[in-house]
């Protein structure tokens, strides 16, 4: 790692932010985990609201999950109801860790990386469900396997591009977020129409 890594001006700090709350939606305990890592191997100087991240304890923890969620997520239907027990703390998660990024000197710029990080959270995490639950319906488990390992290079790339280019990381993230909220309303139409010819199927009581 470069001395560049060993701080974070102002533009760092606010596309660290964004990442955390974004990536949080794909892989939360890879983004706690990584984000702990680096801050213990002092190769990144973790703002105050972060730096629990690098305790030991939080760091065995948040590298367990992940290990379990590693398998997990590959692992086809198993995947979508691993999404659906997280999704209850992936948001909220995403919120904390922005607002940890941003808000020790000020309670509004707290709120606002929260708000600012839930949402991006809930953003993809809706696209990751939305295209899992798509890609559950492929008879074979490549497709899925394929899909998380994007996801984990996704949620280590936001991390890396936010600390050492974060104008481009910005202008990245804008396309994504929009990228994802087409591919979700595409998908939850593709869905709901599927839903409606299997219950079409169903035979109905006389």
Same mark, same amino acid.
């Given at each position: =790692?470069?001395?560049?890594?060993?701080?974070?001006?102002?533009?760092?700090?606010?596309?660290?932010?964004?990442?955390?709350?974004?990536?949080?939606?794909?892989?939360?305990?890879?983004?706690?985990?990584?984000?702990?890592?680096?801050?213990?191997?002092?190769?990144?100087?973790?703002?105050?609201?972060?730096?629990?991240?690098?305790?030991?304890?939080?760091?065995?923890?948040?590298?367990? =999950?992940?290990?379990?969620?590693?398998?997990?997520?590959?692992?086809?239907?198993?995947?979508?109801?691993?999404?659906?027990?997280?999704?209850?703390?992936?948001?909220?998660?995403?919120?904390?860790?922005?607002?940890?990024?941003?808000?020790?000197?000020?309670?509004?710029?707290?709120?606002?990386?929260?708000?600012?990080?839930?949402?991006?959270?809930?953003?993809?995490?809706?696209?990751?469900?939305?295209?899992?639950?798509?890609?559950?319906?492929?008879?074979?488990?490549?497709?899925?396997?394929?899909? #998380?390992?994007?996801?984990?290079?996704?949620?280590?790339?936001?991390?890396?591009?936010?600390?050492?280019?974060?104008?481009?990381?910005?202008?990245?993230?804008?396309? =994504?977020?929009?990228?994802?909220?087409?591919?979700?309303?595409?998908?939850?139409?593709?869905?709901?129409?599927?839903?409606?010819?299997?219950?079409?199927?169903?035979?109905?009581? #006389?």
């Amino acid at each position: =790692m470069s001395d560049a890594l060993q701080s974070l001006g102002t533009p760092e700090l606010l596309a660290l932010a964004a990442a955390l709350g974004w990536a949080s939606g794909l892989r939360l305990y890879l983004v706690v985990f990584v984000t702990g890592l680096l801050g213990w191997m002092n190769w990144l100087e973790l703002p105050p609201g972060l730096q629990v991240l690098e305790h030991p304890a939080l760091l065995g923890a948040s590298g367990f =999950m992940l290990f379990v969620e590693f398998f997990a997520d590959k692992i086809p239907y198993v995947d979508s109801v691993w999404d659906l027990v997280n999704s209850v703390i992936r948001i909220p998660a995403g919120a904390a860790l922005a607002a940890g990024a941003l808000g020790t000197d000020s309670a509004t710029m707290a709120l606002v990386a929260a708000l600012m990080g839930g949402t991006l959270a809930a953003t993809s995490q809706a696209a990751k469900t939305s295209t899992r639950a798509a890609v559950n319906a492929s008879p074979e488990p490549f497709s899925n396997v394929g899909a #998380s390992l994007l996801e984990d290079g996704l949620a280590v790339g936001a991390i890396w591009l936010a600390t050492q280019h974060p104008l481009v990381f910005a202008v990245l993230l804008v396309f =994504m977020v929009l990228l994802m909220w087409v591919v979700t309303w595409m998908l939850f139409k593709f869905l709901r129409a599927a839903w409606r010819r299997v219950f079409a199927l169903v035979p109905k009581e #006389s």
